[in-house]
């Protein structure tokens, strides 16, 4: 009820309006203990709210729709519903209502004071809930059971990929090659009906989550460390088991891993990688039909491939330069990069103004485990030199650092030295946001995507 009052008048709400509405509707706390049954009581009173939302305000309008926001990649438009996170320009991401640095403090971690765990975000980006850490060890458990062997098959297929095949290539055709194994492809072919679309759409995602560390972990070893696989240890969680598996064990790496997983995962629903899981999944193709859509969205430069290209970029600055340039220096490359056509990768953003908070809290790991690393201090220098000089260009709407211009300097540093792996880390931590949207997607009965389009020809006439 409280949730309802807070969405009338939803029309005129600014974005930090719609976080309280979304923090409020989702604080009831479940008697149930297992993520399914809390997940499965949540489901009726959402789709009520959604059911009331429509009724009431159903014609109302969200804003214009200009021929430059249609030529324009659609920027500005509020079309879709997306309920796991919500990105505020100003302040960055809020993940069903919290920050960063909220989680940080909020989500159980794997000791004291430490990172959070991811189990625990995938916890509350289904329900809306922090969970306690007894229920993020379940889920742990759960994760490692449904991951801990991949179907020899898959293997097969990875094996018949040329050598050099891009990591991300392999990672795409890798969850399509589980797709055999979809419980909601199964159970269509039978007759489901619509309303119980979300239970093996459910089954489906949590077995794909479980199984991508250890498909991301033989993408690494074969492509980089001669084939030979780690097995999975059921004694650790989800990120510290992507890490073991790939060949890093620490309880810092596991930190890391832990905390790159947690911040990558969701970033509203507008986003390529989001965008295209969310419109796959919208003709009721499989979660691995759509999630393999999705990775190859994040495949491309504009997107998570931009953290590989901000590696490659700050070792041609080394090599140009050497390891230590100056201030001048890195801002005269800046410029030759942008006076040759190319965007300066890892800054800039489609919706954000500010310092992206993924970025900051990426700094402030930094800070912490590797204030004396001397690629950490080049990539603190591009945060000083980089903003003036895209201000000064002007062309660009947000000249401050996005997640991806941080994340490569700590996989650097604890030894993942090849760049082209970074973005099936970034996909493996994807997956749990477009997954969970994906699960609520199908319980609240969202329709297939088609939107409208137009000719030059239909706009000439039209505005003649
Ligand atoms: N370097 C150079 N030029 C940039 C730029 C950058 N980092 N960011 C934006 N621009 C340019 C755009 O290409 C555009 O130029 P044209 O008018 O010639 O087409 C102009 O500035 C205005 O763009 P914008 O409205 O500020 O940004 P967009 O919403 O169009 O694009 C993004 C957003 C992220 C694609 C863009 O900032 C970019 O290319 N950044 C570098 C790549 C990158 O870091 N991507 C990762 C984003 C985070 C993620 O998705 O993982």
């Not at 991949?150 to 891009?166: I, S």
């Not at 479980?210 to 989800?238: C, E, M, Q, V």
Request: hydrophobic letters at 40%.
């Amino acid at each position: 009820m409280r949730g309802l009052r807070a969405l009338r008048g939803l029309a005129s709400l600014t974005s930090s309006t719609l976080i309280e509405c979304a923090e409020a509707t989702t604080r009831t706390l479940s008697t149930a203990s297992d993520l399914k049954s809390v997940l499965k009581e949540k489901i009726p009173e959402q789709q009520e709210r959604l059911k009331a939302i429509k009724k009431t305000h159903g014609s109302k309008e969200l804003g214009k729709v200009t021929v430059d926001m249609a030529i324009g990649g659609m920027r500005g438009i509020t079309g879709l519903l997306w309920e796991t996170s919500l990105l505020d320009p100003e302040e960055g991401i809020r993940f069903r209502g919290y920050s960063i640095p909220e989680l940080q403090e909020k989500l159980p971690a794997a000791k004291e004071g430490g990172e959070p765990l991811p189990e625990g975000l995938l916890w509350l980006l289904l329900t809306g809930e922090i969970p306690s850490k007894e229920q993020v060890d379940a889920l742990s458990a759960e994760l490692s059971y449904r991951g801990k062997a991949l179907p020899g098959h898959v293997h097969k297929v990875l094996a018949a990929l040329p050598a050099g095949t891009h990591p991300m290539t392999q990672f795409s055709t890798a969850v399509l090659a589980l797709q055999p194994e979809s419980h909601f492809a199964a159970a269509y072919q039978k007759g489901i009906s619509k309303l119980n679309y979300w239970d093996p759409v459910y089954e489906d995602s949590m077995n794909l989550i479980a199984k991508l560390p250890g498909i991301a972990a033989a993408i690494y070893r074969n492509t980089y460390k001669g084939g030979k696989l780690i097995p999975h240890d059921t004694s650790l969680d989800w990120a510290a088991n992507l890490s073991h598996q790939m060949g890093f064990d620490g309880e810092e790496v596991y930190e890391l891993t832990r905390l790159y997983q947690t911040i990558h995962t969701d970033h509203e629903g507008g986003n390529v990688s989001a965008h295209a899981t969310h419109l796959v999944g919208s003709a009721l193709s499989d979660p691995y039909f759509s999630f393999s859509a999705g990775l190859n969205g994040l495949a491309g430069p504009l997107h998570g491939l931009a953290n590989q290209e901000v590696l490659r970029w700050l070792f041609d600055v080394t090599k140009q330069i050497g390891p230590t340039p100056t201030k001048d220096e890195v801002e005269k490359f800046v410029w030759d990069t942008l006076k040759s056509g190319k965007v300066v990768p890892g800054f800039g953003h489609a919706v954000l103004r500010k310092t992206d908070p993924r970025y900051t809290c990426q700094r402030e790991f930094a800070q912490k485990h590797l204030p004396d690393d001397p690629m950490f201090k080049l990539v603190s220098l591009f945060y000083e030199v980089v903003p003036g000089v895209l201000t000064e260009q002007g062309k660009v709407k947000n000249p401050w650092p996005n997640v991806d211009a941080h994340s490569g300097v700590l996989l650097q540093y604890y030894g993942i030295k090849e760049e082209n792996f970074y973005t099936v880390l970034f996909g493996v931590s994807r997956a749990i946001g477009v997954l969970s949207q994906g699960i609520w997607s199908r319980a609240l009965g969202l329709a297939i995507e088609r939107p409208k389009s137009v000719t030059m020809d239909v706009l000439e006439k039209k505005f003649a």
